[in-house]
């Protein structure tokens, strides 16, 4: 073989060794492809970390409730007055701290069918219908066990409560006259489920002496059988905000009036109301 031959092999030789080699890198180059798209598949857990906002939305809904009951704590706060939801509940409470709307009055006002110690017809023979029906019986109970009682004052408006305040602040001063009568607005009577009851004499009408007497010990015995309560009793000034009144009773219903009687309890204890003078 010349020269010329060898020279013209070798060229041949090295372009197939060159070939094969170009051909090898393009695999490898592939894969690196390949395993580029899994880093974009990666991508997808993004979505599916969508779920995480939800559970940090969930929780919110259920921190506003929790808010109400510490708005349903403000009213004893320095004592301020808050005004009652519902002033047409037979259960409402209504004290120096919880007044009724200024514009409220009962709509099922009646005349009880019983003896009072005056003549005239007016608002303060007054008393929602099923409180009137209770006191009828009540009295008729009374007078079966030889006791005869008259009734003193039942409904007061706003507008009476209000004249009748202001005279006892005119004549014993507005301190000494919140402990016996309620500013307007925060008194039973507006309710029209409270009433003054007295023996039928009159004496001692809404006064200290009635106590003791025949009548105040029946009432203070038998009042929760008709639903009623002795809504001011004794020991409890510095819970309920008033002094004893053995002639001042409300109607809660017979149940509730029961359970508070068994177990002693004045309307701010039965609904674990902060006291009202403290």
């Keep these: 073989m010349n020269n010329k031959s060898k020279y013209t092999l070798a060229i041949l030789l090295a372009l197939s060794i060159a070939t094969g080699c170009s051909k090898g890198e393009v695999a490898p180059s592939g894969s690196p492809t390949a395993t580029a798209t899994p880093p974009v598949s990666l991508g997808s857990p993004t979505p599916s970390s969508s779920p995480s906002p939800s559970p940090v939305t969930t929780p919110k809904p259920s921190i506003v409730p929790t808010a109400s009951p510490s708005t349903s704590a403000v009213p004893p706060k320095s004592g301020a007055i808050q005004v009652v939801a ?6 409402v409470l209504v ?27 007016n608002e303060k023979r007054k008393m929602r219908k099923a409180a009137a029906s209770a006191i009828e019986k009540l009295f008729a109970g009374a007078e079966k066990d030889g006791i005869r009682l008259s009734g003193v004052s ?22 000494k006259a919140k402990l016996y009568s309620a500013v307007p607005g925060t008194s039973e009577h507006e309710t029209g489920l409270a009433i003054d009851v007295t023996g039928s004499d009159g004496k001692c009408a809404a006064e200290d002496c009635f106590a003791g007497t025949k009548e105040a010990k029946w009432l203070e015995t038998h009042v929760a059988e008709y639903g009623f309560i002795i809504r001011y009793p004794k020991g409890k000034t510095t819970i309920t905000g008033y002094q004893y009144e053995p002639w001042h009773i409300r109607y809660v219903g017979i149940e509730v009036a029961k359970e508070m009687v068994d177990k002693s309890l004045t309307m701010e204890e039965y609904y674990k109301a902060v006291p009202v003078t403290k």
């Design 86 to 91: 519902k002033p047409e509940s037979i259960t």
């Design 154 to 175: 039942a409904y007061r408006s706003y507008a009476t409560q209000k004249a009748l305040f202001q005279r006892y602040v005119l004549k014993d001063g507005e301190e």
């Design 95 to 121: 004290n120096k701290q919880n007044s009724l709307p200024s514009s409220y009055e009962p709509t099922d006002l009646v005349y009880p069918d019983i003896p009072f110690i005056f003549a005239e017809k």
